[in-house]
């Protein structure tokens, strides 16, 4: 069965400082995945996604990820965070038995100032 | 402005009561879900639609009702809340264009807040 893991429930990162929050995940063929953000008392917004082609794909608010088959991950970075950085980040993928998306338990990411 | 609308944003009901949760989305899309979120727990499905009368469960729906009568609008039903509905809900909607299923690419409302007591 297809799942989705982000091994870190909280990371903290100081104001500036580059940031990757890990997600991988199981399933045998080229999965469609996708990263989420939910700031604080919001619902959650689609920062990026990947179906196919390159695998380093850029999203908004200068978040990038980059698919790696032979590590079955789809890492999430930023070169410098800001404080408005600070949310909650949900990596997902979609399955392939019913379209419906599967969730990682998400990342809560702190920013020090 | 694209968007999708849950109300109450906030509700504190009793035991046994039956409520709604309303949800309506402006982008004329095919898919609807409805989530709920509880710590530690993360984002787990509760029904979802691919069309106008077509509903299916998702991981989580015992004790919740759905309607899709309208395109637009995909309430969330609670017959008889319980405690253990206390929960953060999240409606979600998407272009159903992948191979007969949603994109994955999901519009969220901002929530409604609900407590059972």
């Known amino acids: 069965a297809q799942s989705v893991t982000q091994p870190d429930i909280h990371i903290t990162v100081s104001e500036g400082a580059s940031l990757e929050l890990r997600c991988n995940y199981s399933y045998g063929a080229t999965p469609y995945l996708f990263w989420y953000v939910q700031s604080p008392g919001q619902g959650l917004q689609l920062l990026l996604k990947?179906?196919?082609?390159d695998t380093l794909v850029q999203g908004i608010k200068g978040f990038e990820a980059e698919f790696k088959r032979s590590q079955s991950s789809f890492n999430l970075r930023k070169p410098s965070v800001h404080w408005s950085d600070a949310a909650e980040y949900f990596c997902a993928i979609l399955s392939d038995s019913n379209y419906q998306l599967i969730w990682g338990a998400g990342t809560k990411l702190i920013i020090k100032p | 402005e694209a968007q999708v609308t849950q109300n109450p944003r906030y509700l504190i009901t009793v035991t046994g009561k039956k409520l709604t949760v309303t949800c309506s989305q402006n982008m004329n899309h095919e898919y609807m879900s409805w989530y709920r979120q509880d710590p530690g727990l993360g984002l787990r499905q509760i029904y979802y639609?691919?069309?106008?009368?077509?509903?299916d469960k998702g991981d989580v729906p015992e004790g919740y009702k759905v309607s899709r009568k309208e395109k637009r609008n995909f309430p969330l039903i609670l017959e008889s809340p319980s405690p253990n509905q206390t929960s953060l809900y999240f409606c979600?909607?998407?272009?159903?264009?992948?191979?007969?299923?949603?994109?994955?690419?999901?519009?969220f409302g901002e929530g409604s807040r609900l407590t059972v007591l």
């Open positions: 639609s691919m069309n106008v009368e077509v509903t």
């Open positions: 990947y179906f196919s082609g």
């Open positions: 979600a909607s998407s272009l159903q264009i992948l191979a007969g299923g949603p994109t994955g690419e999901l519009f």
